[in-house]
Structures are given as C-alpha cells and as structure tokens.
C-alpha cells in the first residue's frame, strides 16, 4: 500500500496543508498515438532524462496498428516469420528494452515509467524494481474487478494467465521500464508472426498462447473505456509510489528526438544490427565447416528469459560467440563487449565461468532473472550445427 498523505497541523490544532515531501513527477498522457512511435518515446525520453534535463516521468499510450516488437538482444530472423509480416504490411520494430517478440496493436494500454534508479520510489536492485513498480497495475486491475496478481519477475497474471507482460533496461543511473494492460489481443495474428517449424506446431502454439495469456475482455464485462482504465491507473502510480503526477507536454528536445528515433526504428540497419554484428559467425553457420573447427548452437530457458548461443570452436578454445535471445542485459551495450571477452577461453567450466564473473563484477552487469552460470551453461552443453 502506498503512504497517505501526511497532513500538518499548527498548535491550535487547524490544518495548515498537506505536506509536501511526495515526490512530483511528470505525467504524460499521449493518447493513441503511432505505434512505432509507442516505443521511441520512452527511448527519447531516457535520453533526455539520463542527461538530467527532464524529471522522473510515466507515460501513458496506446497504439494505433499492429507492429512486431522484438528484443533488443534478439535476432529477428531467428524469432519472426518476416516474409509474412512483409505481405501483411506490418513492421518489424527493435526496442532498447530486452525480452521477446510481441504483437503491439489496439486493445492494448501501456505504461512507461522513466527514473532515477536507487531513489525512495525506485530500488536500486534490478530484481526488486519490477515488484515495486507493478503494484499500481495490480491494484488497478483488482479495483476494475480482476483478481490480479504479480508473478515474478515481470509478470501480472490472473489464475496463472498473463495479463500484462514487462520489461526493463537501465541508461547510466536511468531505469526505463515499459508495459502493457491487456484489453484485447489477436491471439492468431501473434501466433501468425513467429517463426515456426511447421503450420501444425503453429497451431499448438495458439492453444498454448490462448491458455497462457488472458484479456480484459475475457475477464470483465463489460470492459470500462480506455479512459476510465487510465485514470484508475494513473490514481494507483501515485497512491502505490507516493508521488504526485503533474500532467505535462514534452520538450522541445523529447519532440525532435522522438521523430528521429522513430526515423531510425523504421529502418532496417537497426532492426538488423544483431544480426549484423555476427555476420561471420553465422555465414559459418550455413557453411557447416568441419574439422576441428565446429559451430555448436545452444539455449537454456531461464527465469529471466530465453538465452541463446552459436559460437565457433577451435578444438578446445572460444573463438568467436553470438548471445541473444529474451532476456534482459544491462546495461544492454555491454553484452557485445562480453561476447568478446570470451574469445580465446578453453571450453572448461572453470575457465568459462572465471571469465564470465570477472566480467560482471568488472562491468557491473545486471541480468534479471538470470544467473552467470546459465550464461556459463550455454558454453558447456554442446549441441553441433
């Protein structure tokens, strides 16, 4: 529960006011707005924030048509069908945040808090912060009639079923975490998105969606209008997190940011930049070179999110390595950084996770959810391209 308000009073015991130590915070109400645009307006306004130039912000929105959001750590043509999303016309967005692929689209509210890590409103522990800043959504969703509940680490479920999904990253001391309330959801256009093996192993993945992932409209009726749902929202941040919203527009900066970031979003150079930067490694791939030379690929499901690995080995010794997938790695450009720090280590436990440790302690690295020894893991069960 947050804290009430505290309120003051002189010696002849008359009210003076409302004492003032709430924190104020800006509040962005954006409205529909386009939906590659929902996601470069909290990269925007990290940018701003991390320089000092804006207060601890949320932002409140919702898209306006469908578009594939993919994690920054992941590949997108590993995770998406982009054939299909190309004859549909529905773009393919890369987000500074980590965790996998989703379908953005109508039916959906999301919400963007922007803060200074470590203050008396956001832990600084990156494990805690999701449980903190999620309590307003579960309060809002039992206020609406839906027994929510928060499931670590990043979910809101209903009787095991998600209802809101999350996800995190941290610029300097700047943490950016971004969600959603489920209104509606196309659960056949999600499904129709992702790169599958087969049209009978796609429709297995629809049933499982539909049993995993559950909608306003399937649990209230009628559903309130969005409107209602936001302020209800909005109330909650402020009650939950003891601090006062002050609506406000976006500056000059944020304005001409967000249309250059947007810009950026569209094209492919960003979208394929994983990919980009692993290149070699994975023309290896294709090539199936043999010898003592071998490209082995792997994966270990984690708390934190799916981890994946294609790396090159040189009989007993890392040359090269390629790690992506839905998880969360912050700060999220250090991860380029640890891949090469792996090359040249003999494939033994102890020297692969003697190298990972030193790298996190050394670069301060936070992965939610997920451990140094899953990242080891993926290096010590081989499985041969």
């Known amino acids: 529960m947050g804290q009430e308000r505290d309120r ?25 707005m386009d939906t590659v645009s929902t996601q470069a307006i909290y990269d925007a306004v990290s940018q701003a924030h991390s320089q000092g130039l804006v207060q601890n912000t949320i932002i409140v929105c919702e898209p306006t048509y469908p578009v594939v959001c993919i994690g920054f750590h992941q590949m997108a043509s590993t995770d998406v069908d982009i054939d299909f999303c190309q004859r549909k016309g529905i773009p393919i967005v890369r987000r500074i945040l980590g965790g996998g692929g989703v379908l953005l689209d109508r039916g959906q509210i999301f919400y963007q808090i922007i803060a200074k890590r470590g203050s008396g409103v956001i832990p600084y522990k990156a494990d805690d912060t999701f449980e903190a800043l999620l309590r307003p959504v579960v309060r809002t969703l039992r206020e609406l009639g839906v027994p929510a509940q928060y499931r670590a680490l990043n979910d809101v479920q209903v009787q095991g079923r998600k209802i809101s999904g999350n996800g995190a990253t941290v610029i300097g001391e700047t943490l950016v975490l971004t969600g959603n309330i489920i209104v509606d959801f196309d659960y056949d256009l999600m499904c129709a998105i992702l790169r599958v093996p087969s049209d009978k192993f796609r429709d297995k993945v629809v049933k499982s969606l539909k049993e995993r992932v559950t909608t306003l409209k399937r649990e209230l009726d009628p559903v309130p209008p969005t409107s209602e749902i936001e302020r209800i929202l909005v109330k909650n941040f402020e009650r939950e997190l003891s601090i006062s919203l002050q609506r406000r527009s ?90 090469r720090s792996l090359r040249g280590v003999l494939l033994v436990p102890e020297q692969v996770l003697e190298r990972a440790r030193h790298f996190f302690e050394q670069e301060k690295v936070e992965t939610p959810g997920v451990s140094v020894q899953d990242f080891v893991s993926l290096f010590l069960s081989e499985a041969a391209v």
Do not use: M
């Not at 004492?19 to 954006?30: A, Q």
């Open 8 to 32: 003051r009073s002189d010696q002849k015991g008359q009210e003076i006011g409302i004492c003032d130590s709430l924190e104020s915070w800006r509040l962005l109400l954006l409205g529909a």
């Open 250 to 339: 976006l500056t000059e900066l944020e304005s001409r940011l967000l249309t250059e970031i947007t810009a950026k979003y569209h094209s492919e150079r960003w979208l394929f930049e994983s990919e980009a930067g692993h290149r070699d490694l994975l023309r290896k791939k294709e090539l199936r070179i043999s010898g003592s030379t071998r490209i082995v690929e792997n994966s270990v499901k984690t708390a934190g999110g799916l981890i994946r690995v294609l790396f090159e080995a040189d009989g007993d010794v890392i040359r090269d390595a390629a790690i992506y997938g839905d998880f969360s790695f912050y700060p999220k450009e250090k991860l380029e950084k640890f891949e």
